[in-house]
């Protein structure tokens, strides 16, 4: 692959950048869906999302953030202006962010048929989304940094799978998400947050530790050429979807679009619907997320500028 995409701001050797393997059947096979997870850790599932569903989501979120002068018109072009009108999500309680990430047209998507079909066949049996959704618009210069999933969700019920949907075209220049090859299978990394009793202690800075530490975080281009793998990523469309294990390794690309668009994105984790959905930081009316402010603490909810 030629690409000039970059992570922590430096530039990703050919060699050791790559393409996720397109899911190879249908959404609805069971058996090639766990196959194909167990495998690679992922499923990149092409063109199984309702497009007008998405596009609904998209014009729906950027059409708020257009309201407060962060998106120029028209909103679905999804470019950021560098000015806000937005409130500080400290000054609101992140009243703001929460209505954006609770939009009609967005649970629409998140929560609807098509998705829950999709998750019902991932997790071979009825499915329930979280109530907590991480909506993520990220501007040029911007980008997620390398982790795995578990210690955030553990403590409850499993399996759990993670759903990451480009709500609208995300092109590797736009920052979507990139994975580590075969990190579901780097034991020195995933044993030592096996080992944490997360049902005792859930608080924040227990996860985050579990979450990132050894991960690569903060050389991940280091990490891929001392372990002879790769960063996978793909060019995404609307109407795509990847589904990640709670032990893959993953954060995102800087974001280097040249005509300044906003990466729009967002995660919603799936769990079988047999096993208890009490965990106050991501079920019920008002969850708390893992920091404890519920949607005001996510990075959604800060101005784009």
């Known amino acids: 692959m030629n690409s000039a995409a970059t992570i922590q701001g430096v530039e990703?050797?050919?060699?050791?950048?790559?393409h996720l393997a397109d899911f190879p059947g249908s959404a609805s096979d069971t058996a090639l869906l766990k196959q194909h997870l167990n495998d690679h850790g992922y499923v990149l599932l092409r063109d199984v999302l309702d497009v007008d569903l998405v596009t609904a989501a998209r014009s729906e979120v950027f059409g708020r953030l257009a309201e407060q002068g962060e998106i120029a018109d028209p909103p679905g072009g999804g470019v950021a202006t560098g000015t806000s009108r937005r409130i500080d999500p400290a000054d609101d309680d992140g009243?703001?962010?929460?209505?954006?990430?609770?939009?009609?047209?967005?649970?629409?998507?998140?929560?609807?048929?098509g998705m829950m079909a999709i998750m019902q066949a991932t997790l071979?049996?009825?499915?329930?989304?979280?109530?907590?959704?991480y909506l993520r618009p990220t501007c040029v210069g911007k980008a997620t940094a390398m982790h795995?999933?578990?210690?955030?969700?553990?403590?409850?019920?499993?399996?759990?799978?993670?759903?990451?949907?480009?709500?609208g075209d995300v092109p590797i220049q736009d920052g979507p998400l990139v994975l580590v090859e075969g990190s579901h299978r780097f034991d020195?990394?995933?044993?030592?947050?096996?080992?944490?009793?997360?049902?005792?202690?859930?608080?924040?800075?227990?996860?985050q530790q579990a979450a990132y530490a050894g991960s690569g975080q903060s050389d991940p281009i280091h990490l891929i050429e001392d372990r002879d793998t790769r960063l996978l990523t793909a060019d995404f469309r609307t109407g795509?979807?990847?589904?990640?294990?709670?032990?893959?390794?993953?954060?995102?690309?800087?974001?280097?679009?040249p005509t300044n668009r906003v990466r729009l994105s967002c995660d919603v984790r799936y769990q079988p619907a047999s096993q208890p959905a009490d965990d106050g930081r991501y079920f019920g009316?008002?969850?708390s997320g893992s920091k404890g402010g519920g949607y005001g603490d996510m990075r959604g909810a800060q101005p784009l500028n």
């Not at 020195?188 to 996860?207: E, G, H, K, T, W």
């Open 12 to 18: 990703i050797p050919t060699e050791r950048f790559g």
């Open 95 to 113: 009243a703001f962010w929460t209505s954006v990430s609770e939009g009609e047209a967005l649970r629409r998507l998140t929560h609807g048929p």
């Open 124 to 133: 071979e049996e009825p499915a329930r989304a979280f109530d907590l959704i």
């Open 148 to 167: 795995y999933d578990y210690p955030f969700f553990a403590g409850s019920a499993q399996p759990m799978f993670n759903a990451w949907i480009p709500v």
């Open 188 to 207: 020195d990394l995933i044993a030592p947050f096996l080992s944490i009793d997360y049902a005792a202690d859930r608080s924040d800075s227990v996860v």
């Open 240 to 257: 795509d979807m990847l589904i990640i294990s709670m032990f893959i390794l993953h954060g995102s690309l800087d974001n280097v679009s």
């Open 285 to 287: 009316a008002i969850p």
